[in-house]
């Protein structure tokens, strides 16, 4: 199996930035998909953005501009940097994680606020 750990969420006043992580472990395939969803209350787990093996990036429209992924191989880890923040930014934030042999793997979550 895969675990993912997610670091880096937290309060954040509108426009500011953070940097969330996410280190995965276990049975990793060379050729996987990682990435961020997130989830506020009531409403389904939507795409933030995902980064292939290649580093393929896919961004949903309302972030694209302001945040960026990113992820290094050797140490199985992916990134999202998110400036320029939003108070509809507010959800918390999944580390995501695919490949063929596991299907979608999921970390436990990191709460991400942007207020004043």
């Known amino acids: 199996q895969v675990q993912l750990v997610e670091s880096g969420g937290g309060l954040v006043q509108p426009g500011g930035s953070l940097r969330l992580s996410c280190a995965a472990s276990g049975s990793i395939s060379a050729i996987n998909v990682m990435g961020w969803y997130h989830q506020t209350p009531g409403k389904q787990r939507e795409l933030v953005a995902t980064?292939?093996?290649?580093?393929?990036?896919n961004y949903a429209n309302s972030v694209k501009g302001r945040f960026t992924i990113s992820r290094d191989s050797a140490k199985n880890t992916v990134y999202l940097q998110m400036n320029s923040l939003r108070p509809e930014d507010t959800a918390v934030y999944y580390c995501?994680?695919?490949?063929?042999?596991?299907?979608?793997?999921w970390g436990q979550g990191t709460q991400v606020t942007v207020s004043s």
């Open positions: 980064i292939s093996w290649r580093g393929n990036t």
């Open positions: 995501y994680y695919n490949s063929a042999r596991w299907g979608n793997c």
